[in-house]
């Protein structure tokens, strides 16, 4: 049976910085299969090419690369880096529609997905570390880094480490302060309402694309679906490895942020809902007590958050940021349109 097993956390997903692994210039990526590939049922049908880039001595992470704008001419890359839970196919609908000016590329983070499953160098200082090798290994010279929610915080480490290596930064609903956050006595005062899976469900593929779709917005990739759930997909892990570990590991191995350091132009997009209708569609079909549960964690997260995003707005030189109204946290898949015009109206 497949249960979604990432979709109800604010999407919290990090990284930050490490030295370049010295695996990574002595050997080159190497393509393996699309999940579901070569077993006959299901291929892939997003535009990429898939590759495994070693970043350290016994350490890769997949990479997807759906090419440029032009035989020979590949434009400037454009990587996306996806949230806490999530793999790079979690924006194999969404990254395509940049290929005619970018050379676009996703990231899946060590722990997850197709990439290796160490038992540790889940802080922030190693993951940023990962990205900037992928981008050493692959010489993307300067790309525009865009981080769905909690890869945010690999970008603030990035401008830490190494402020040239990007062009520009976008946060897709990812230019929080996630330590603040967490330290906040209010975000944990009232717990994030699950959504009920829905009468009927039967665990099958259908079923979980539905159900995913309810709670993050529509256009969730079955790609994405399968790299979380399907055996073959994931590499076995590392000894040490716990992946019900990896949450705490993230949330200890972040620091506040210094959104003073971004030295890059930066642009946040948000989604923000104005009822707790947007934020939780659910809700309205829930029992009584599910929809109490949601109104109290939406008039308790709503000011929080307001407040990061002033203070991101307030903090980062020169920063630009566009609100969505009615948007979700995955904003790219409530509001693909919007986000796709700010993106390129910035990365220019």
């Known amino acids: 049976m497949i249960l979604p097993r990432h979709l109800q956390l604010f999407a919290i997903a990090t990284a930050l910085v490490a030295p370049v692994a010295l695996g990574a210039a002595r050997h080159g990526p190497r393509p393996v299969e699309a999940p579901g590939q070569g077993r006959g049922e299901w291929t892939d049908p997003s535009p990429h090419r898939v590759r495994r880039v070693p970043v350290r001595p016994g350490i890769e992470l997949e990479v997807l690369d759906w090419g440029g704008p032009a035989r020979g001419g590949r434009g400037t890359p454009l990587v996306f880096l996806a949230g806490y839970g999530n793999t790079a196919h979690v924006f194999d609908g969404f990254a395509p529609r940049f290929r005619d000016r970018f050379h676009v590329l996703a990231i899946t983070r060590r722990g997850f997905g197709a990439s290796t499953r160490a038992a540790g160098g889940y802080d922030n200082v190693t993951l940023a570390g990962d990205v900037l090798a ?4 692959l010489h993307l010279e300067r790309p525009v880094l865009v ?18 290596a990007a062009r ?24 994030i309402p699950r959504a009920p899976l829905p009468p009927g469900y039967d665990g099958t593929l259908r079923a979980a694309a539905a159900y995913t779709a309810l709670v993050t917005g529509p256009g969730y990739p079955e790609a994405e679906i399968r790299a979380q759930n399907a055996p073959g997909v994931r590499p076995p892990p590392a000894p040490g490895f716990h992946a019900d570990s990896l949450e705490t590991w993230l949330r200890r191995g972040t620091p506040r942020a210094n959104f003073r350091a971004i030295r890059v132009p930066a642009l946040a997009i948000y989604g923000v809902p104005r009822t707790v209708e947007e934020k939780y569609p659910w809700s309205a079909n829930a029992p009584a007590a599910l929809r109490r549960q949601a109104a109290r964690r939406y ?9 990061q995003r002033e203070r991101f707005r307030r903090e ?3 920063a630009r940021v566009v609100v969505i109204p009615g948007g979700r946290h995955y904003v790219f898949l ?3 349109q919007e986000v796709a015009a700010a993106i390129r109206g910035f990365a220019r």
């Open 299 to 307: 008039q308790v997260e709503a000011p929080l958050l307001a407040r």
């Open 334 to 336: 409530t509001h693909p």
């Open 147 to 164: 981080a769905h929610s909690f890869g945010g915080a690999e970008l603030n480490a990035i401008a830490l480490r190494r402020p040239a």
């Open 168 to 191: 520009a930064f976008v946060y897709l609903d990812g230019g929080f302060d996630f330590a603040e956050l967490y330290a906040d006595p209010e975000w944990t005062r009232v717990p």
């Open 316 to 318: 980062v030189p020169g």
């Open 134 to 137: 992928v981008l050493d290994a």
